[in-house]
């Protein structure tokens, strides 16, 4: 069974940077497609970016486009989201999910089998 724990969340300035990371354990992580998902309160859970067991692929929101960049180190079984140019609208609890290899990164929440319990962000204005 995959497990998955977020972690680097905290609170920034606008414009400012951070890094979160995703660490796995308990599974051969590096063969799963990897997504990133934000959800703030009262919203619903939003798909932020995605990548391809390889890393061949990636996919990003239109709102995080130039701003954030998706990574994964396999021989570490990390997954990382590099996030610039923080907004106030990017505040929310992040989530870092797996799902087998089976066609193109999903963008929809439930396409993904594991997640992790989520990191805060914070973006003060």
């Known amino acids: 069974q995959v497990q998955l724990v977020e972690s680097g969340g905290g609170l920034v300035q606008a414009g400012g940077s951070l890094r979160l990371s995703c660490a796995a354990s308990g599974g051969t992580f590096i063969n799963y497609h990897v997504g990133w998902f934000r959800q703030a309160p009262g919203k619903e859970r939003d798909f932020v970016a995605a990548m391809t067991w390889s890393g061949s692929s990636t996919n990003y929101a239109d709102s995080v486009k130039g701003r954030f960049t998706i990574s994964r180190d396999n021989a570490k079984n990390t997954v990382y989201l590099q996030m610039n140019s923080l907004k106030p609208e990017d505040t929310a609890v992040y989530y870092c999910?797996?799902?087998?290899?089976?066609?193109?990164?999903?963008?929809?929440?439930?396409?993904?089998?594991?997640w992790g319990q989520g990191t805060q962000v914070t973006v003060s204005s």
């Open positions: 999910a797996g799902r087998p290899p089976l066609g193109a990164v999903a963008t929809t929440h439930l396409s993904y089998l594991h």
